[in-house]
């Protein structure tokens, strides 16, 4: 592995390690963004939003990478032409602007049970918005890989079109799988470390200093996301974990692979559609185990153990992770 990505590594994890009790008890708790923790003994009350930590981990670690490639003379190894440096910004500006959106979905709080966040087509509306500057410097190539079709060549319609598709329908898919303690933050470090990975193999290196970066970020984070949270993902985190999965598939031209190990999303969506999305993923705490919400029936992948009722919280995020480290090790075999 190439020392500058590790140590840009590190810089993200210290960053978001440090930067995170300081976002919880100077911000959030201050102006009271807080919800239920609904799979808790009497749902107390925890943080919530935890996308600019993370980000702010996320952007130190790339600019740090900036830094170093444009004033040191030592060869890292990876080379910043103009073009890997406009995906480097085009990302940066991504990935704010979709974390942004994120937390403006945060702070709309009705009441405590939950963060009532924007209507269902804001979410997609203005998610449009954090594609722009990747459509603008036009990452990615026409060619794409789909999983058991091959490469098919898109030409105009990939920037364009197909792009804005990617962000969108990835910042709003991570989303739909939530509700526990550390399920986001812990799905997301198995397929970004995975893609890392898979990108570093492939030779795409400016996809693997995201990928690493964000995993880095994400491993801090659940620190405090574990069960019991001091913090809660929040819709900021969601979206934002999206948009990177999104964005390392366009930069790194790995939209096979991330297609391959985001299969437990379309799962989720479909599982969602038959509640016409109104069933919680989330269920209710009673004598430590959580129990569904919708009975039987299974509206969501974490219904097949909620509905039992045998399993805790931290069981079932455990098994969620095992699912999506299954789903993330066949990119290297499919």
């Known amino acids: 592995m190439n020392p500058t990505i590790l140590i840009c590594a590190f810089i993200s994890f210290f960053i978001v390690l440090l930067t995170t009790p300081w976002w919880i008890?100077?911000?959030?708790?201050?102006?009271?963004?807080?919800?239920?923790?609904?799979?808790?003994?009497?749902?107390?009350?925890?943080?919530?939003?935890?996308?600019?930590?993370?980000?702010?981990?996320?952007l130190a670690g790339l600019l740090f990478f900036i830094f170093i490639r444009t004033f040191s003379p030592v060869d890292s190894g990876l080379v910043l032409d103009a073009k890997n440096l406009s995906a480097l910004f085009a990302a940066m500006i991504s990935l704010a602007i979709i974390t942004f959106i994120g937390f403006l979905d945060d702070l709309v709080i009705e009441s405590k049970d939950n963060s009532s966040g924007l209507k269902q087509w804001q979410k997609p509306f203005l998610t449009v918005f954090a594609a722009i500057p990747l459509m603008a410097v036009s990452l990615g190539t026409s060619q794409m890989g789909v999983p058991f079709i091959g490469v098919i060549d898109f030409g105009i319609l990939y920037p364009l079109l197909l792009v804005p598709i990617g962000v969108v329908g990835a910042s709003n898919m991570v989303n739909m799988l939530a509700g526990f303690n550390g399920l986001e933050t812990g799905m997301g470090i198995i397929y970004l470390g995975s893609?890392?990975?898979?990108?570093?193999?492939?030779?795409?290196?400016?996809?693997?200093?995201?990928?690493?970066?964000?995993?880095?970020?994400?491993?801090?984070?659940?620190?405090?996301?574990?069960?019991?949270?001091?913090?809660?993902?929040?819709?900021?985190?969601?979206?934002?974990?999206?948009?990177?999965?999104?964005?390392?598939?366009?930069?790194?031209?790995?939209?096979?692979?991330?297609?391959?190990?985001?299969?437990?999303?379309?799962?989720?969506?479909?599982?969602?559609?038959?509640?016409?999305?109104?069933?919680?993923?989330?269920?209710?705490?009673?004598?430590?185990?959580?129990?569904?919400?919708?009975?039987?029936?299974?509206?969501?992948?974490?219904?097949?153990?909620?509905?039992?009722?045998?399993?805790?919280?931290?069981?079932?995020?455990?098994?969620?992770?095992?699912?999506?480290?299954?789903?993330s090790a066949l990119i290297w075999i499919i």
Do not use: C
């Not at 974990?241 to 969506?269: Q, T």
């Open 25 to 58: 008890s100077h911000f959030l708790k201050k102006i009271h963004l807080e919800v239920k923790d609904q799979n808790k003994e009497g749902t107390p009350l925890v943080t919530l939003s935890g996308g600019i930590p993370v980000l702010s981990g996320i």
């Open 195 to 327: 893609l890392g990975l898979f990108a570093y193999s492939q030779h795409e290196y400016v996809a693997a200093l995201l990928a690493l970066v964000s995993f880095a970020a994400l491993v801090a984070f659940f620190f405090y996301n574990k069960t019991p949270a001091k913090i809660l993902a929040g819709d900021s985190l969601t979206y934002l974990l999206g948009g990177v999965l999104a964005i390392i598939a366009i930069i790194g031209n790995l939209e096979r692979a991330a297609l391959i190990l985001s299969i437990p999303f379309f799962i989720e969506f479909i599982l969602k559609a038959r509640s016409n999305f109104k069933a919680q993923t989330y269920g209710t705490w009673k004598d430590g185990k959580i129990h569904s919400r919708s009975g039987k029936k299974i509206y969501s992948i974490p219904h097949l153990f909620t509905r039992t009722g045998t399993f805790t919280e931290k069981q079932i995020v455990w098994i969620m992770i095992a699912i999506e480290a299954f789903f």
